[in-house]
């Protein structure tokens, strides 16, 4: 019994010794202050007593408290948001403690300045300032869902309507590039007949980031004196669905698979156009005597590697014909009957890699031909061939056939290696085999060029505040014998918490085109500089920027006439351009609307080809504006897109062969009057935000110059020069209408309602 | 003999009393903290505070749960905070907490941060952080089939999209009434999750 109690009274003392070890543990404060590098407090950062459950969060003046029972040696850290986060150790005895904390700003991806100057990033990457995304491509009023079209809504592009291509800042629609995966694109554009533009070969939906460069772009890109278009093409599909599209104008069909652990896809779609319809019901004002067909098909795979990198190919196939005849501007009796049959075969294989250690590889390849067979030919009023001697040249000479073969092999690989701190650097090289083989009167010219390309840059992150990018390129054509180097320099800076102002240099070098090369070697590359100063707001929903240039062109390619028949080309052109631009998009004033301004103005000059002094071109209008409406109505499923453009008149010019003393004289000039044209696209989706719909439809239609002007573009001379034709559209509008179908199932939702 | 045992069992009870009593206390501590909290500040910090405690404990999941819980709230009353930054904090708790114990209370929080991403701007959002939103719902439905605050979220999604996209009243009210009949059937346990029992019924009644 004693025994017992004893042991119950040593058990009871035990207990009461460790209750009171419990209680009796004195409660230490530990306070102090948090501040950034700067000295700037800090708000809410967490106070933690490592491995227990003390701590406190910096209040509203960056200070903070707490008490603890815990004594001896702890280690205190402090950690908050977009800082780094730091230790201290401490040690605890009886008294209250003091801990104040200097932590370091992190650079990171969300907070830290992008260099914007130049370049429109779209799409859905994180860090790019979204303009456009595949939507707002489709959705463009008028826009028709051509890449091209929807870009001209942005301030540095002209309203050309008479060619392809985008017309930037002085620049020619050739000197702007299309980039996809890296890789350039030889044939961008639907080969096209004279004065009437082409669309894009492209669909916007092929792509999840456009990035529009309006100059200053970077060292990765080469061969584009104006500007570059660089498109990045979708992963996988989001699910397996089919699809099918019908119009007036044409009709497709096309299948996406995606497998279940969606790491693999592959699709295949087929279209087919014929405007016969449409052009008999809608007047056009050349006579087409062989209406306009295509056929399309492309097919994709995809798949995701182990080590997350991505394998894409793509392919497309395409063949063109058409034929239309026109009134020949040397005659009031005579038509000129051009005929244009295409085949285009364009193929991507791209493949990215995580190679570990912070290193990534992209490569790419590319192999693309295109084949033209041109045709014109004089005729009489019965449309039968007309010929003329050599006292009537200029008449002979619209007689012809000409058949283009361009083929272009590349192959690029690009390496980026993460430094920490958001710096970088990335290098890699490229290598383009291009044919290009031209008959024409019998003659064939065969241009062959062996193009490499070595290119390294830097991002370089001084604070979040403040970036630089530093780049180069070394490039070496064969066909030219030279070798260039061409720096590229830009940085950025942080005003206030969404402002930033960048500013960009680089130069610029392009081959000259195949038609120059055709007549002479002897040519060297062409050259721009590029100044760019530009200062960007983004908040939620709004971006305001401005943006100013300076670009200076040497040894632009001119072409020097040795007699009237044959004409050779020398480097000797230059030229300038600048101006100042504005862009302006709100998605958030106005509820369910969204919108956005541009407004470019442009002073340019340049002496090229047959100018004979340095002059505005006939493509470059001085002032340039675009607004962009858009609006989704969800009661009536139904989105309405509006975009109204506007450019003052361009100038035109006869320039005239006067001997080879003064080669070219400009005998006549003058200025179209100024461009407008409203486009309105309205789109009706019957099953918007019904996720479970198994077929899903699209109505869409369009409309462009819905007010009715009467645009000329520019004119046409006579030989003699005293008669001149205008330049228009073969349509005053052109008018859309189709039902685009998809069926597929969204597995996620199904789920969800089986388990109700 | 029996005097020792009883002591010894004391003993051993008492400090493994002490060592979950000092979670339970800690834990109850923050969620009266959780309860009380007004401002964003106060998310923050009861976040802070639940956060301290899992990182501390390293094998509870509860304690991420609230973490994560707290700073989603922050998402509901602060319309100013970039609901991008404040979903990656959120899904980054979710995650730390998964990885102990990878549960449906997760989901319903995974759900929720998505949602708010979405509502930034629900048009061209909704293709990914719907679908996100609407996948972390399935998953949990797929780790438990009878938690009550999915189908009151899901409920939530459905009332809250126009009726011309499926939602509405009439389609959110039979997945109310399965949420309130689940809140009735749901076995309370302390410290774990048992909000919304409440907030299904009234939006339960909102639907009739």
Redesign the interface.
């Known amino acids: 019994m004693q025994y017992?109690i004893k042991?119950?009274k040593q058990?009871?003392l035990?207990?009461a010794f460790?209750l009171t070890c419990?209680l009796a543990q004195a409660q230490v404060k530990i306070s102090g202050a948090v501040k950034d590098n700067r000295g700037k407090k800090v708000i809410?950062a967490?106070i933690?007593l490592?491995?227990?459950?003390?701590?406190?969060?910096s209040?509203?003046s960056g200070n903070y408290t707490f008490t603890t029972t815990e004594k001896g040696n702890h280690i205190l850290v402090a950690s908050a948001?977009g800082y780094k986060t730091v230790e201290q150790t401490i040690t605890i005895a009886n008294e209250p403690l003091t801990i104040n904390f200097s932590i370091k700003e992190e650079i990171n991806e969300?907070k830290a300045v992008t260099v914007t100057a130049g370049s429109f990033a779209a799409g859905?990457s994180k860090r790019a300032v979204t303009v456009l995304?595949s939507?707002d491509v489709a959705t463009v009023g008028g826009g028709n869902a051509d890449i091209t079209s929807a870009i001209k809504t942005l301030p540095g592009a002209q309203q050309v309507g008479e060619q392809e291509g985008l017309f930037v800042r002085g620049g020619a629609g050739y000197e702007t590039k299309q980039f996809i995966d890296g890789t350039l694109v030889n044939n961008p554009y639907f080969s096209s007949v004279p004065d009437i533009a082409s669309r894009g070969r492209f669909s916007p939906f092929l792509f999840k980031g456009t990035v529009f460069s309006a100059g200053g772009y970077s060292a990765l890109y080469g061969q584009a004196l104006s500007s570059a278009v660089i498109l990045e093409s979708i992963d996988l599909p989001?699910k397996t669905a089919a699809n099918a599209s019908i119009s007036p104008l044409f009709a497709g069909a096309g299948y996406q698979y995606l497998n279940k652990q969606k790491t693999a896809s592959y699709g295949i779609d087929y279209g087919y156009v014929n405007v016969a319809a449409y052009f008999s019901l809608v007047k056009q004002t050349p006579d087409y005597f062989k209406m306009p067909q295509f056929h399309n098909g492309d097919a994709n795979f995809r798949f995701k590697t182990k080590n997350g990198g991505m394998v894409k190919y793509y392919t497309t196939f395409g063949t063109g014909n058409l034929g239309i005849r026109r009134p020949d501007v040397d005659s009031s009796v005579l038509k000129d009957a051009f005929s244009l049959k295409n085949y285009n075969w364009y193929n991507n294989l791209s493949w990215r890699e995580n190679l570990g250690n912070g290193w990534k590889m992209n490569l790419g390849s590319s192999f693309s031909t295109n084949k033209d067979k041109l045709s014109q030919q004089l005729q009489n009023q019965n449309n039968q061939p007309q010929h003329f001697g050599d006292d009537k040249f200029w008449m002979q000479y619209k007689n012809f056939n000409l058949d283009r073969l361009e083929d272009l092999s590349q192959i690029k690989a690009v390496f980026d290696k993460k430094l920490g701190n958001l710096n970088a650097i990335r290098f890699g090289g490229e290598y383009w085999h291009s044919l290009n083989k031209t008959t024409i009167y019998d003659t064939m010219y065969k241009l062959i060029d062996n193009y490499e390309a070595l290119f390294a840059e830097g991002d370089i992150y001084i604070t979040n505040n403040l970036a630089a990018k530093l780049g180069a390129r070394f490039e070496h054509s064969s066909i030219l014998g030279k070798v260039n180097l061409a720096p590229r320099v830009s940085l950025a800076y942080k005003v206030g918490n969404s402002g930033s102002i960048s500013a960009a240099y680089g130069i610029f070098y392009q081959k000259p085109e195949n038609q120059q090369l055709m007549y002479t070697r002897n040519l060297g590359y062409t050259r721009a500089d590029h100044y760019i100063l530009n200062y960007q707001k983004m908040t939620?929903?709004r971006i305001f920027r401005v943006e100013a240039f300076y670009k200076k062109y040497l040894d632009l390619v001119k072409t020097v006439p040795v007699n009237y028949y044959y004409t050779t080309a020398n480097n000797s052109g230059s030229g300038y351009a600048k101006g100042i631009e504005l862009f302006w998009r709100d998605?958030k004033s106005f509820k369910?609307l969204d919108y956005w301004f541009s407004y470019s103005y442009l002073d340019t000059k340049r002496d090229y080809l047959n100018y004979p002094i340095q002059l505005q071109p006939n493509f470059a209008a001085k002032h340039t504006a675009s607004l962009v409406v858009k609006r989704?109505i969800?009661?009536w499923?139904t989105g309405i897109g509006l975009t109204y453009s506007f450019a003052t008149g361009r100038p035109y010019y006869n320039l005239r062969y006067d001997g080879a003393l003064k080669p070219y004289l400009i005998a006549d000039q003058g200025k179209t009057k100024n461009y407008n044209n409203l486009g309105v696209s309205i789109y009706y989706v019957p099953q918007?935000?019904?996720?479970?719909a198994k077929t899903n439809v699209v109505l869409f239609g369009s409309v462009t110059n819905v007010l009715g002007y009467n645009a000329v573009y520019g004119y046409n001379y006579s030989y003699d020069g005293l008669h001149k034709e205008a330049i228009t559209p073969p349509a005053k509008r052109f008018y859309f209408i189709g039902a685009f179908f998809s069926w597929g199932v969204?597995r996620?939702?199904d789920?969800?309602n089986n388990?109700? | 003999?029996k005097?020792?045992i009883l002591?010894?069992v004391?003993?051993v009870s008492?400090?493994a009393f002490?060592q979950s009593d000092?979670y339970t206390q800690?834990m109850q501590k923050d969620l009266a903290m959780l309860d009380a909290a007004k401002t964003a500040?106060d998310l923050?910090?009861a976040a802070?505070?639940f956060?301290?405690?899992g990182?501390?404990e390293k094998t509870q999941w509860l304690p991420y749960y609230w973490a994560a819980l707290a700073k989603v709230r922050v998402g509901w009353i602060d319309k100013s905070v970039?609901k991008?930054?404040l979903a990656a904090?959120v899904k980054a708790l979710c995650a730390k907490g998964e990885a102990i114990n990878d549960n449906a209370e997760f989901a319903s929080i995974r759900n929720m941060a998505a949602t708010q991403q979405m509502l930034?701007?629900p048009?061209?959002r909704?293709?990914?952080y719907g679908?996100e939103a609407?996948?972390a719902?399935?998953k949990g439905?797929?780790l438990d089939?009878n938690n009550p605050r999915l189908y009151y979220l899901?409920g939530m999604s459905v009332f809250n999209?126009?009726e011309?996209?499926?939602?509405g009243k009439e389609k959110a009210k039979?997945?109310f009434q399965?949420a309130v009949d689940l809140y009735k059937v749901e076995e309370k346990k302390p410290l774990y999750p048992t909000w919304g029992a409440d907030l299904a019924d009234s939006m339960l009644a909102k639907c009739q």
Do not use: C
């Open positions: 017992q042991h119950m058990s009871a035990f207990i460790l419990f809410s967490s933690t490592k491995d227990t459950y003390d701590g406190a969060t209040d509203s948001i969300l859905d995304n939507i989001e939620e929903g998605k369910n989704f969800t009661e499923k918007a935000g019904n996720t479970n969204n996620s939702e789920a969800i388990n109700l | 003999m005097p020792l002591s010894i004391m003993l008492i400090t002490s000092k800690a500040a923050n910090a802070a505070a956060e301290r405690v990182d501390a970039d991008d930054k904090e930034v701007n048009q061209e909704w293709q990914t679908q609407a996948a719902l399935q439905m797929q089939a899901q999209t126009p011309q996209f499926g939602g039979p997945i399965k």
